[in-house]
């Protein structure tokens, strides 16, 4: 089975342009996560999609936003870039097994650098 | 507000001694925990998780234990290789509705 993917890996923008950002979840998996890595802050919940419903959502302003297509792929979007933006964005795809357990594996994320 | 907390932001051991990470949680609500390792340039990748119903897991060199009373778990790994040597995550969550992460614990193995 492949992986999660995203694309693009890298991307530099100026402040004030918006971007958008894609993940293609494992085969199967219609649980979709989007995180932003920071230095110092670990893995900041941004938001969830199953079954192209946001399902949860973390505390980010409205300029961060999402959707999930019916292949389960998602995009995420910022509009209105800041400096502060500039951070590693991680896709998760999940699946809950039969015991209950949940399997959660990422993609390698995009490096978006705003300047 | 940081629900799961890591706070030793780094941590070297010598080879072939025990590696412990330690993680600690406020939401009592919290009923499933995962461990993560990093390297620079990649996604996290699983290592081991455990459900509150439990308080140890194990997989090959690494233990996980959950210690609900005290809202703690932590990572044990034996031996420690080289190659462990990156950063660790905790991560927890109540019905896989959202996992919060703490803020990793880079690990040095010391040949």
């Known amino acids: 089975k492949a992986g999660v993917t995203q694309t693009p890996r890298y991307l530099i923008k100026t402040r004030g342009q918006q971007v958008t950002l894609s993940c293609s979840p494992i085969?199967?998996?219609?649980?979709v996560s989007w995180y932003q890595q920071t230095p110092g802050q670990g893995l900041q919940f941004l938001f969830e999609?199953?079954?192209?419903?946001?399902?949860n959502k973390g505390n980010f302003p409205g300029r961060f936003s999402g959707r999930q297509f019916s292949n389960s792929r998602s995009e995420m979007n910022v509009s209105t870039l800041e400096l502060g933006d500039s951070a590693l964005y991680l896709c998760?795809?999940?699946?809950?097994?039969?015991?209950?357990?949940?399997?959660?594996?990422f993609g390698p994320g995009t490096r978006l650098t705003v300047t | 507000d940081q629900q799961v907390k890591q706070n030793s932001p780094s941590l070297s051991v010598q080879e072939g001694r025990i590696s412990i990470l330690n993680c600690d949680y406020t939401?009592?609500?919290?009923?499933?925990f995962l461990w993560y390792k990093k390297y620079p340039a990649e996604g996290p990748t699983f290592l081991i998780s455990?459900?509150?119903?439990?308080d140890k897991n194990e997989d090959g060199r690494f233990t996980v234990f959950l210690n609900k009373s005290a809202k703690h778990l932590s990572l044990h790994i034996v031996p420690s290789q080289p190659g462990d040597s990156a950063v660790y995550f905790c991560?927890?969550?109540?019905?896989?509705?959202?996992?919060?992460f703490g803020t990793g614990t880079s690990l040095t193995v010391i040949p």
């Open positions: 085969s199967g998996h219609r649980s």
């Open positions: 998760a795809s999940t699946v809950r097994g039969t015991d209950g357990s949940y399997e959660q594996y």
């Open positions: 455990i459900s509150s119903i439990k």
């Open positions: 991560a927890a969550s109540a019905w896989g509705n959202q996992f919060y």
């Open positions: 999609y199953f079954s192209e419903t946001q399902r």
């Open positions: 939401n009592s609500m919290f009923d499933y």
